[in-house]
Every structure is written in C-alpha cells, then in structure tokens.
C-alpha cells in the first residue's frame, strides 16, 4: 500500500486585489502521485511551477480544490486536524530553517518536542535520545544546549532534520533541505537517509533544483510544469540533451548567469559530478 497517494489533485490560488479584480489562477491540475515505502521521488521544475505546494498537499498541510490525499490509506482530504499516526509518519524539512525554527527554543527542545509527544520520552531517556540525533546528523551532543541563533545555517538545517527524524516517519518531505549543505554533510545526510530506507522503509520526496541529487537518490522523477507532473528516468537525464524536457531543465534548475558562463559548458559539469 503506498504511504500516501494523491489522486486527481487541483489546487487554485487567487492573485490581484490591490490594483486588479482577484482572480484565481491554477497551480496543480489533475495530479495523481503515489509514494511507496522506501521510495524516493525526485520533484524539479521552475520556481513558482506549485512544488512545494504539491509538498503541503502531500503533507496535509494544505487542502487541494479537489481530488483526495491518502496518507496511510487515511483520506485526509481536507481535515484541518489530522491523525496521531497520520502527523508522526509525514515529515517535513523546509528550505528555511531559520524561519522554521523556534528561536527561543534550545536545538534539545526542538529536536525533543516530538520525541515527547509521539513516545512520551522524558528524562534521561529523552537527554539521550536526543544526542543520538545530533550526532546521526554530524552535531555533538553539546550543541543541544545553544539557541538557533547560535548555529551556522547548514548546522540549522541539521536540526531540523534530526527534529524531522526524530519521531521514525514513515515519509519525508526534503523542500530544498540538503541542497544548501557543504558537500561532505550532504553526503552524511544522504548516506543516513539511504540506510534508514534500507532498514525501516522510509520514504522520501526530495523538492529540489539539484539534478545530480535526483540522479543519484532518486528512484522516480518528475518534472512540474503547467500543473501537471512529467516523469523522467532519473538516472538518464544527461541522455535527454536537446528535448524539450531538458530545456526546461536547464531553465529550472541553472541560477541566472550570463550565456558565456552557459556556452563553458558549466551545465554539464554540475549535473556529470
Ligand atoms: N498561499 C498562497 N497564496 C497565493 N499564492 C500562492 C500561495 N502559495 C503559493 N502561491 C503561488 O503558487 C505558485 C506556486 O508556488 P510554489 O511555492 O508551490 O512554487 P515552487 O515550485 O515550490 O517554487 P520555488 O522553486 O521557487 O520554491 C506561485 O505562483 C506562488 O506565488
């Protein structure tokens, strides 16, 4: 059974108002998505092309227009309170981990809050827990005591990944979430989240830019544009040079640049790493 399923998922959103007469504009049309256990999805596509918001949906933080979400084969279409169960499987790390951190709270009580929740720990038990998950994301178990505004960026977003891990999902949501880490963490995270697929069958969807990321830890991929998902192969995304895929890829994924830097071929160099 597929952890969560999406099936035939609108979502609108209105826009104007100040200037012009609102109106309502459609960012997902008819999109059916189904993650497995121990699957990993890969979710590109321009800015604004409505994939975070396909990851709220995915999450039941959001309600679509129309169509229905099933999370542990739960139809949570729509609920504004979801399950115990439902908010201990689906986790979720978001690209900006200063906003979504509490800064009055210690990396401890972040990473504790739904380890007292979910299992009720407490204690010395509680304490330890804790320092496993900052160690599992290359954190000492000292930095347990110190506020957000004490870490750099990177060490943020390995809180809220320990945070995101800490009650065993079943599923989680990266929004850009590794991306931003040097390369030797990215790579800690990456080979942490591979064996805890191995061994409990977690699931993943990664939002991101990256394609080398998709190529290498992806099992499906999928391309948004226009609302709609378009699936690739991606361990074949270099193969696809001059399709229409590709150029959208290109568009997506390269930051500005000027078309001299485009012509060196640093394209290729990102992705053939
Ligand atoms: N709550 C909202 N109200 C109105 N419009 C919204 C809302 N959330 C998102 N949008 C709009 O929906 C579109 C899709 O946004 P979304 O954040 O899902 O895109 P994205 O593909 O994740 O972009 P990025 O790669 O830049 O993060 C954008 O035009 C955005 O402005």
Redesign the pocket.
């Known amino acids: 059974m597929p952890v969560v399923e999406l099936s035939g998922i609108r ?1 609108t ?3 104007g108002g100040f200037f012009h007469k609102q109106e309502r ?1 459609t ?1 997902l049309e008819d999109v059916n998505l189904s993650l497995n256990p121990g699957e990993s999805l890969g979710l590109v ?12 949906i995915m999450l039941g933080l ?1 309600a679509p227009d129309a169509g229905s979400v099933r999370i542990l084969g739960q139809d949570v279409t729509g609920r504004k309170r979801l399950p115990m169960d439902v908010r201990r499987a689906v986790q979720v790390v978001f ?1 900006d981990a200063i906003g979504s951190s509490n800064p009055r709270l210690t990396a401890g009580e972040i990473i504790a809050e739904p380890l007292r929740n979910f299992d009720k720990l407490k204690g010395r038990q509680l304490r330890d827990r804790v320092a496993e998950l900052l160690e599992l994301v290359g954190l000492c178990p000292d930095d347990a005591d110190k506020l957000p505004g004490r870490f750099s960026g990177g060490q943020l977003q390995r809180v809220c990944i320990a945070r995101a891990l800490a009650p065993s999902p079943q599923v989680i949501v990266l ?2 979430a590794v991306s931003s880490l040097d390369m030797l963490i990215q790579a800690r995270i990456l080979d942490l989240l591979d064996s805890l697929r191995r061994q409990y069958g977690t699931a993943y969807l990664f ?1 991101t ?1 990256d394609l080398r990321l998709v190529r290498r830890f992806c099992d499906r991929a999928f391309f ?1 544009s226009d609302g709609s998902l378009h699936a690739f192969d991606p361990s074949r995304t270099l193969d696809m040079k001059g399709s229409g895929v590709l150029r959208e890829l290109f568009d ?1 994924i390269l930051p500005p640049m000027p078309d001299k830097a485009r012509q060196q071929g640093s394209f290729s160099e990102r992705v053939a790493v």
């Open positions: 979502k959103y209105g826009r504009f960012v596509g321009r800015s604004g092309s409505g994939k975070s918001t396909l990851g709220r959001e690209q929004d850009e939002v830019h948004m997506a």
